[in-house]
Antibody, heavy 122, light 110 residues
């Protein structure tokens, strides 16, 4: 059974750093993409970027380029999303999702994590 | 990349059919048969309902169907049920390993 299990909710202050995780199981971690998706309170889904754990190849949405860093540790089947300088506007639910694709094409996001709520407040 | 355009809300009575549209551009929806639809209940993670325009993942009811014409994709739900009430998002591949979501549609079952 494919599962993506995300780390727990976080409460941080502006300016702090944060790294959240997404642990995959039930499939070959290095053969699928991992996408990160933001959902601000009461708002729609926003694609942040994707990482291919097989070689850590990464593509960021222009809206998030330079704002976050995606990484993956193949030894423990875990993907990460991190911030070095949190802002109140980073308050949101963050989802990881498995991306099915081939070459440069992405076919869909077929399995999703349960989400990690990040609250940034002074 | 701008979000794909969806109606903010749609509604229907149990047993009826509804259709949600998703309008993109020739750079995303119009260029690729790689459109997906996700269902999201309040407080829950999104769930894949349709992929590659018309395909249903295992376990998804055949009451859900997808189509595309030009730059607009559509999700149709037939035989509307109370549990279908949720937010629905479309998604399209947009080239160079990028994707774009729609703004979401709130479905109300009357």
């Amino acid at each position: 059974e494919v599962q993506l299990v995300q780390s727990g909710a976080e409460v941080k202050k502006p300016g702090q750093s944060l790294k959240i995780s997404c642990e995959a199981s039930g499939y070959s971690f290095t053969s699928y993409w991992i996408a990160w998706v933001r959902q601000m309170p009461g708002k729609h889904l926003e694609w942040m970027g994707i990482i291919y754990p097989g070689d850590s190849d990464t593509t960021y949405s222009p809206s998030f380029q330079g704002q976050v860093t995606m990484s993956a540790d193949r030894s423990i089947n875990t993907a990460y999303l991190q911030w070095s300088d949190l802002k109140a506007s980073d308050t949101a639910m963050y989802y990881c999702a498995r991306g099915d694709g081939s070459g440069t094409y992405l076919y869909s996001f077929d399995y999703w994590g349960q989400g990690t709520l990040v609250t940034v407040s002074s | 990349q701008s979000a794909l355009t969806q109606p903010a809300s749609v509604s229907g009575s149990p047993g009826q059919s509804i259709t949600i549209s998703c309008t993109g551009t020739s750079s995303d929806v119009g260029s690729y048969n790689l459109v997906s639809w996700f269902q999201q209940h309040p407080g829950k993670a999104p769930k894949l309902m349709i992929y590659e325009v018309t395909k249903r993942p295992s376990g998804i009811s055949n009451r859900f169907s997808g189509s595309k014409s030009g730059n607009t994709a559509s999700l149709t739900i037939s035989g509307l049920q109370a549990e279908d009430e949720a937010d629905y998002y479309c998604w399209s591949y947009a080239g160079s390993r990028t994707v774009v979501f729609g703004g979401g549609t709130k479905l109300t079952v009357l």
